[in-house]
DNA sequence: TCAAAAGTGTTGTTCATACACCCATGG
DNA sequence: CCATGGGTGTATGAACAACACTTTTGA
């Protein structure tokens, strides 16, 4: 939207022209190249994980990183590509057989990271998403990946030492999912379709890294079902002792506070 | 991040790594155009306004647009540009010639809008970024502007029709700020640097654009100061009746709940 | 003196936290 | 029977909302 031709817009004969012209001829500027970057969170054995991969090639060789992908653009009036979020789907399927609609992963737009010098090669402008994926699902990851190493790491044990700037990439995504955990509906994205109590508060505590009071966290639970965002679900589940009820998330109902 | 020889990456030796760069420097993909796009707001007369700017050229001629650059990339391993919160704020001395530091100019980023077809010359990627000028500094956006049109225009006056996809951008910045209005500082960005309670209250009201309880407002602000957020100001500030205390941020002071 | 805005008090509701407690089940 | 975890009750305090109320000023 930004246009070139806005501001120096009158189409007179100022040295602004110039600049108009230029800025019109696209070839003429210099561009970025724009990836769009994954960080992949699901939780295993109450564990909040991401989805690094090990890199096989320079720079950064052998270390890991966040998923991503260049953004397909087209190349003239006709055709101009995909979407920032149809790159971030299609990169997500690439690296784990995952499929947005299919398997009801959450995707959100995280933050643009455009550093001069972020990559060594050349200008990078990397658009970052983040994805939530339900715990049966992490399976289908070794599945999709070509070659390169995929692993899920725990997000309590991993150092400062990932490729490019991702550590300020995953640190980002992990504040964004620990700061809208309480007033968005994201958590029911990294349980089992059908869960229990203590399943989704086991989430929380995962995600917010601290323990929360099973009773306190029961009412809260009740409050949200009250409210109609979840709802029982037929069926109980096995536990080491007593069985547990088993509730759904109600995709109609509204979040309290999330009128967005 | 995601690079390009990452996942195809055997390459072997490090003579040969030089050579891969240049090779790789050669534009076989096209790259989108990238800009920065600027949400200002500012409030005056109790009203929530926004910077925009009258197109003088094609597309969109005429109608109304937020203000935007494209970022600055540099041609080379040792040039790779400006970042982009550089650009905005270059972009924000351009249109208003307020600068960020001095004037203490709230700035973040909102958003990368991205779609294909946003704008119909060519593909463009947009990170916008909205900023919160103080009252004081509205005027000096006259300034800055070189021949074509600014305007503060209300949100509430402004209707649907702006140019691309601004509508969508401004709306997007106005849930933001709505959001964060409560747990963050960014309401004492939209208030000169001394303050009354009122003064405050009406920038909340013009904001969420709701009217505040004077009493439990100011319980509410009571409560900022015994937090170490605010603290009072020497001198008065004269209203149509009786005169009223003036109050100051705290930059130190953090915020309950602000922990990023 | 009167309107308007500054400033205070009171009450009720909601929600988070802490913590004590009962109940059911598998071992 | 007994430990574990499911499930319930109660008390406290912080914060918000609604609303009545007093005080201070300029016109």
Not at 141 to 160: P, R
């Amino acid at each position: 939207m930004p246009d070139p031709t806005g501001k120096l817009g009158h189409d007179s004969g100022h040295a602004e022209e110039a600049s108009f012209l230029q800025a019109y001829r696209s070839q003429e500027y210099p561009k970025p190249s724009v990836t769009v970057d994954l960080v992949i969170f699901t939780v295993i054995d109450s564990d909040l994980k991401v989805l690094l991969i090990k890199r096989g090639g320079h720079p950064y060789k052998d270390c890991w990183a966040v998923p991503g992908g260049f953004v397909k653009v087209g190349d003239g009036y006709d055709d101009q590509g995909e979407s920032l979020e149809e790159a971030a789907e299609r990169e997500l399927v690439e690296e784990t057989g995952i499929e947005v609609t299919k398997h009801e992963v959450y995707l959100e737009q995280l933050y643009t990271f455009g550093k001069p010098g972020r990559d060594p090669r050349m200008r990078v402008i990397s658009v970052a998403y983040y994805a939530l994926v339900r715990p049966g699902l992490a399976h289908v990851v070794q599945a999709g990946t070509d070659a390169s190493e995929a692993e899920w790491v725990s997000v309590n044990e991993m150092g400062e030492n990932l490729a490019f700037d991702h550590d300020n990439v995953v640190g980002t995504a992990i504040q964004r999912i620990r700061g809208k955990l309480d007033y968005s509906p994201i958590g029911f994205q990294l349980v089992p379709k059908t869960f229990t109590v203590a399943e989704l508060r086991a989430v929380y505590e995962a995600v917010q890294g601290r323990n929360y009071d099973p009773g306190n966290f029961r009412r809260r639970f009740k409050r949200m079902q009250t409210d109609g965002i979840i709802e029982p679900a037929p069926g109980k589940r096995q536990t080491l002792t007593k069985p547990a009820k088993v509730y759904r998330f109600v995709m109609g109902g509204r979040f309290p506070g999330s009128s967005a």
